[in-house]
């Protein structure tokens, strides 16, 4: 009922930047919290960033200073500023999102994600 799909994800050298997309759709009444998490082969899957539907923040230690997340409600979109990249960044970024549908009943959703890679 609930999809939600990043994008914007690539290859890109170390000190560079990418910006991320994660776009809701479906039967969506309201969103709270959204975020994103990286996960990396052989490691945990680890919070980035999550943000509140009031704009609130919160960041990993390893990505403060570097990453900024945002949203805009009323494209039920969330987004992931990445700065300064390091090659230990390279991960699968998946975007989640803390729904309530039109039948009112409440989830988590997930994308797919996303495949950021930084090497030179």
């Known amino acids: 009922q609930v999809q939600l799909v990043e994008s914007g994800g690539g290859l890109v050298q170390p000190g560079g930047s990418l910006r991320l997309s994660c776009a809701a759709s479906g039967s969506i009444l309201l969103i709270n919290a959204m975020g994103w998490y990286r996960q990396a082969p052989g490691i945990e899957r680890e919070l980035v960033a999550v943000i509140t539907a009031g704009g609130s923040a919160q960041y990993a230690d390893s990505v403060k200073g570097r990453f900024t997340i945002s949203r805009n409600n009323a494209k039920n979109t969330v987004y992931l500023q990445m700065n300064n990249l390091k090659p230990e960044d390279t991960a699968v970024y998946l975007c989640?999102?803390?729904?309530?549908?039109?039948?009112?009943?409440?989830?988590?959703?997930w994308g797919q994600g996303t495949q950021v890679t930084v090497s030179s």
């Open positions: 989640n999102a803390n729904v309530m549908s039109t039948s009112r009943a409440t989830f988590l959703s």
